[in-house]
């Protein structure tokens, strides 16, 4: 039993014009102290992937379906106070896109960490403290300054200070949404670096949300890639990376010319991604797909196993693509 | 610019402030219509005793000189002789200056802090029924003349459920014993203060629910919540605590204006302060009482004007860095 099951996963945020389905039949495991890639376009639905997952939905984000199970318990189900108690940052913590902002300015940076741990441990104040100055050493960041505000701190600092916040507590999964899109690249792969490390240290399991391949390919285990709502191929990094079989994760894949060297963001395939509040009826990827047939508009792709190794893909033309067509060759 | 010379500027233009308040305050007693020495001078008396009386009350100068004396008698806490009373109108305000500071410190804080609370509570539960309720009660309040609101509740109070008194600041004869006075004097103090407080409290509890709920869209909130804090954790110490300062600029900037409301106040329930000897002295065309309520509620007024602009350099940090950085 993986340590994280999530099964067909619904959330759609109700909108005057109908539901954003922004998470519809989501489904991945993830192995203790392993790590997940999660790619896909902008708008695709990571980030509402994610905060799923912790439950920390807007007002008008409903879960309409699916389970998560964290070592066998369905979380989707437990209610809001034992959630919050027992699961949040105890068990799934969460580096938040946009981490720049994710530090209160009136409150010193220490206390935002003491806070955490008090909230879930019963341990004296002095204790978290100690705790804290140990999480900010660990993240590179001199304990010293456990009393200084936000504002006194750099991006990359902030960010290390939010990683370090996010270990506080000993969880099982941490969430990372983009944790370092906001950084230089010199300070992106320090932070990356340090999180790694940790990470491996800690046994820690992680879903790793990011535009850049190159990340995963580096840091990963598994990647997801995502297509409005859904994932439409999974399986083990080195598997996906050399042969990408989905067309949209070729596609994707091939944009990134050297995934080891060249640091680029994803170059856009030809068309637009789909409005979610109607997405197209069959497969989603249809409109802009090469391949696409009467099959495609008419029905939705299940995620199959191909070969070995669980990799699997949603595409009716898995058969064509399994023989290693190139479909974005012209 | 740094912190204090922000501060000398603000003090030199109270200063100038104070000077135009203090001529302004000489001259409008003399122009207003109607000869106020007919007030004390009957036309009876014999041309001695007029040009006496006249000369004991620093009449009988040319203006200018007048104008000087007045200013150089202010320097000395020396506001005259009261027309009618003939008691010295700093004696007067003495007595009466107690009673307006209990008024206005309890209906200020009880205002602040049941118009925060409003606020914060109707965030919470933004869209509900409850918050749309409050809010629209504070909208009505805030937006209805607080006159009219408090011969309202002088109405309701006075006539149909007479429970509360709704004239002066105690009971004549006050009750015997410490207690009883003390119990007394707050039985009295209910209506003009809840008056006060439920006129203003919307403002309080729009500009809260407002600042509260943009907080609690901010990135720091939902990591507050991903941590597992509880919902009334997030709220006050995250939400409200980081709105916390431009609410306090704004309180500390409101005061002025719930200075002066305060002649309102105590007008309409016989509040035996200071905004009711000036509106008394005007009535009754009493020259040096008028001069002096109207120069202390200036001065108040000054005062409040000049700790706003305090707290507002501490909060603003545009103000603060020059004076080398953070904290
Ligand atoms: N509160 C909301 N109400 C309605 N629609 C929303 C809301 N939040 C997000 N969406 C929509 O849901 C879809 C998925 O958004 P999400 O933020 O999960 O995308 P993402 O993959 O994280 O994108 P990015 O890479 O830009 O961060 C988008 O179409 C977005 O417009
Ligand atoms: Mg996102």
Not at chain 1, 90 to 116: T, Y
Not at chain 2, 122 to 142: E, H, I, K, M, Q
Not at chain 2, 199 to 209: E, I, K, Q
Not at chain 2, 267 to 295: C, E, N, R
Request: proline residues 6%; glycine residues 8%; charged residues 20%.
């Amino acid at each position: 039993m993986a340590l994280l099951e999530v099964r067909d996963l619904k959330m759609y945020y109700k909108t005057l014009r109908g539901h954003v389905k922004a998470v519809d039949s989501v489904s991945f495991d993830i192995e203790r102290g392993k790590a997940l890639g999660i790619a896909g376009e902008s708008g695709c639905g990571k980030t509402s992937m994610a905060v799923t997952v912790l439950r920390l939905l807007p007002s008008n984000g409903k879960i309409h379906g699916g389970s998560v199970k964290l070592d066998g318990v369905d979380i989707v189900k437990l209610d809001d106070e034992e959630f919050r108690k027992s699961i949040r940052w105890k068990k799934i913590s969460m580096v938040f896109q946009g981490a720049m902002n994710a530090l209160n300015p009136v409150h010193r940076v220490g206390d935002q960490i003491v806070e955490a741990i008090l909230a879930h441990e019963d341990v004296s104040h002095q204790e978290a403290v100690t705790r804290a100055e140990e999480l900010l050493d660990m993240v590179g960041i001199n304990p010293k300054r456990y009393k200084e505000y936000p504002h006194e701190f750099s991006g990359g600092m902030k960010q290390r200070v939010v990683i370090a916040m996010a270990l506080a507590c000993n969880p099982d999964v941490i969430i990372a949404d983009e944790p370092t899109t906001a950084l230089d690249v010199m300070v992106q792969s320090q932070v990356l670096k340090a999180m790694e490390d940790l990470r491996k240290r800690l046994d820690l399991s992680m879903i790793l949300i990011t535009h850049d391949l190159s990340v995963i390919a580096q840091t990963c285990d598994n990647i997801a890639i995502m297509y409005a709502g859904k994932i439409v191929e999974y399986g083990n990094v080195i598997d996906v990376f050399d042969h990408p079989t989905h067309p949209y994760g070729m596609g994707l894949v091939k944009s990134f010319p050297n995934i080891k060297a060249e640091r680029t963001r994803v170059r856009s395939l030809p068309g637009f991604p789909p409005n979610l509040l109607a997405p197209p009826k069959g497969c989603r990827f249809h409109p802009r797909c090469p391949l696409a047939g009467d099959i495609c508009m008419e029905e939705e792709p299940e995620l199959i196993e191909i070969g070995s190794n669980s990799h699997k893909v949603a595409c009716h033309k898995v058969d064509m693509l399994e023989r290693g067509v190139d479909i974005w060759e012209q | 610019m740094g912190f204090s010379r922000y501060l000398l500027r603000r003090l030199g233009y109270a200063l100038i402030v104070l000077f135009v308040i203090m001529s302004f305050n000489f001259a409008i007693f003399r122009l207003m219509p109607g000869d106020a020495t007919k007030m004390i001078i009957d036309p009876m008396f014999t041309p001695e005793a007029i040009a006496e009386l006249k000369r004991q009350f620093g009449l009988d100068d040319p203006p200018l000189v007048q104008y000087f004396k007045y200013v150089g008698n202010l320097f000395k806490f020396d506001l005259g002789l009261s027309f009618s009373t003939r008691r010295p109108v700093v004696n007067e305000l003495k007595e009466r200056l107690p009673n307006t500071m209990m008024l206005f410190l309890t209906s200020f804080t009880f205002t602040t802090i049941i118009g925060i609370s409003v606020g914060v509570f109707t965030a919470s539960r933004r869209g509900t029924f409850s918050d749309n309720f409050v809010t629209g009660a504070g909208l009505f309040t805030y937006a209805v003349p607080t006159f009219w609101i408090q011969l309202l509740l002088l109405m309701l109070f006075g006539y149909y459920i007479p429970i509360l008194p709704i004239h002066g600041t105690m009971s004549a004869p006050p009750p015997d014993g410490f207690l009883l006075q003390f119990l007394d004097r707050i039985h009295h103090l209910i209506l003009p203060a809840g008056s006060n407080v439920i006129v203003a409290f919307g403002s309080w509890a729009l500009y809260t629910r407002n600042t509260m709920l943009e907080a609690l869209g901010q990135d720091y909130i939902v990591t507050a919540r991903a941590k597992g804090l509880p919902e009334n954790t997030v709220l006050r110490h995250h939400a409200l605590r980081s709105v916390l300062p431009p609410i306090v600029t704004l309180i500390f900037g409101a005061l002025p204006g719930m200075v002066s409301g305060a002649v309102i106040t105590e007008t309409i329930f016989s509040w035996h302060g200071v905004g009711k000897y000036l509106m008394d002295a005007v009535m009754q065309q009493d020259y040096p009482a008028a001069q002096g309520a109207f120069y202390l509620i200036a001065l108040a007024v000054v005062i409040c004007n000049l700790a706003a602009d305090i707290v507002y350099g501490i909060v603003d940090p545009r103000i603060r860095v020059g004076e080398g950085g953070a904290k």
